[in-house]
C-alpha cells in the first residue's frame, strides 16, 4: 500500500482468470505494468501468444518471487524480474511530484465475471481509510483486541475474523484447502 504514496493505483484481479477475461482486465483498467508471481507464468505466456505477443497498452510485464529468491529470467523473454530491478533502486523515500486527493482512485477490485466478464469497482482513497478506521475501531472496541494487532487486510472483515478465530483454535488458512 505504500505504493499509493507515488500515485500508483493497484487493480486485484482474480487469479484464476485466463485468456480473454485476464486480458479485459489488464487492458480495461488502463494498466502501465503487471506484477505477477512464477504460479501465474504460464497464464501470462498463454496470454501473450493468443494475442500476438503485445497486449493493449503495452504495459511492462514483471514477475516477482516472493522471499527474494530469483531464478534466471531468460526462458522468460518477454517478463522482466522484479527482484532484481528492487536490489538495485535507492532505498530513500520518493519525491512526490503529483498530490493525491482523498476522492482520487486507490484500488481497482475484479468482480468475478460470473454473468460475463469481470467489472472493475474503484476503491477511492476516502472509502480505503473509511475500511481501514473501521477495522481498528472494531478490533479495539468491540473484539477487544490491542491496537497492535490490527493489521491491513484486503479480505472483507467477515473472512477476516473468520480466519482468525480458526486461527484461534489451531487451524490455519492451509487447512481449509485440505478439508480440516
Known amino acids: 500500500m505504500s505504493a499509493k504514496e ?33 504460479d501465474l507464468v504460464d497464464a501470462m505466456n498463454e496470454l501473450l501468444a493468443e494475442c500476438g505477443g503485445q497486449l493493449e497498452g503495452g504495459p511492462t510485464l514483471y514477475t516477482f518471487l516472493e522471499g527474494g529468491t530469483s531464478i534466471p529470467m531468460t526462458f522468460y523473454d518477454s517478463f522482466k524480474s522484479l527482484n532484481e530491478i528492487l536490489a538495485d533502486v535507492n532505498p530513500t523515500c520518493p519525491i512526490v511530484k503529483e498530490t493525491i486527493g482523498f476522492g482520487d482512485v486507490a484500488m481497482f477490485i475484479f468482480t ?37 494487532s490490527c493489521k491491513q487486510s484486503f479480505f472483507p472483515l467477515v473472512v477476516q475474523q473468520y480466519e482468525e478465530s480458526r486461527r484461534e483454535k489451531g487451524a490455519d488458512s492451509n487447512s481449509i484447502e485440505r478439508g480440516i
Open 112 to 148: 468475478s465475471g460470473t454473468t460475463g466478464l469481470p467489472k472493475a469497482a474503484s476503491i477511492k482513497h476516502s472509502r480505503y481509510l473509511m475500511l481501514a478506521a473501521t477495522t481498528v475501531h472494531i478490533k479495539i472496541n468491540i473484539i477487544r483486541k490491542p491496537a497492535e
Open 6 to 38: 507515488i500515485g500508483v493505483i493497484g487493480a486485484l484481479i482474480n487469479t484464476n482468470l485466463r485468456l480473454t477475461p485476464l486480458k479485459h482486465c489488464i487492458e480495461s483498467v488502463n494498466c502501465k505494468a503487471v506484477i505477477f508471481t512464477l
